[in-house]
């Protein structure tokens, strides 16, 4: 069978970057695909305004955790607004791209890291994200 994922995919799908838990975390985001089942936590360190560390904890498919590595290496020194504009296909394409079935798990990981960014700036602002909210929990209709 040819090899549907590309060797990047892959790489970060078997040595997935910043898996675990930061201690007293800035933010703490938690998202879930309901279609699918899978679940991905992501936590925030932020100084001045930088995001200085990230973690995940995905429970979910290759894609999902190929994602959540590349993502939380891709955030680590943004601001965060600059983190904030890291859209799930930009990350797909940092992962030499994504099968289409397989998109809505790059979903996810913008989904979560916007959800720790959210998490953030509630406890320091008293607000959140303006008007956000997670795309992989919107309803789906069906069940396929
Ligand atoms: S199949 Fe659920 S996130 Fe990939």
């Known amino acids: 069978m040819p090899e549907p994922y590309s060797e990047r995919v892959m790489d970060h799908f ?4 910043n898996v675990g838990e930061i201690e007293n975390p800035d933010g703490v985001g938690k998202i879930g695909n309901p279609v699918c089942g899978d679940i991905m936590e992501m936590y925030i360190k932020v100084k001045d305004n930088v995001i200085v560390d990230a973690k995940f904890k995905t429970f979910g498919c290759g894609a999902a955790i190929a994602t959540s590595s590349m993502i939380t290496e891709m955030v680590k020194g943004k601001t965060i607004e600059d983190a904030l504009k890291i859209s799930n296909k930009a990350v797909a394409e940092a992962l030499g791209g994504l099968p289409p079935v397989k998109m809505h798990c790059s ?14 700036l509630i406890k ?3 607000k959140g994200l303006p008007g956000w909210k997670p795309r992989s929990e919107e309803g789906h209709h069906g069940k396929h």
């Open 14 to 17: 078997k040595n997935p970057r």
């Open 107 to 120: 979903v996810l990981g913008e989904d979560a890291l916007k959800s720790a960014i959210n998490d953030y």
């Open 124 to 126: 320091k602002t008293g």
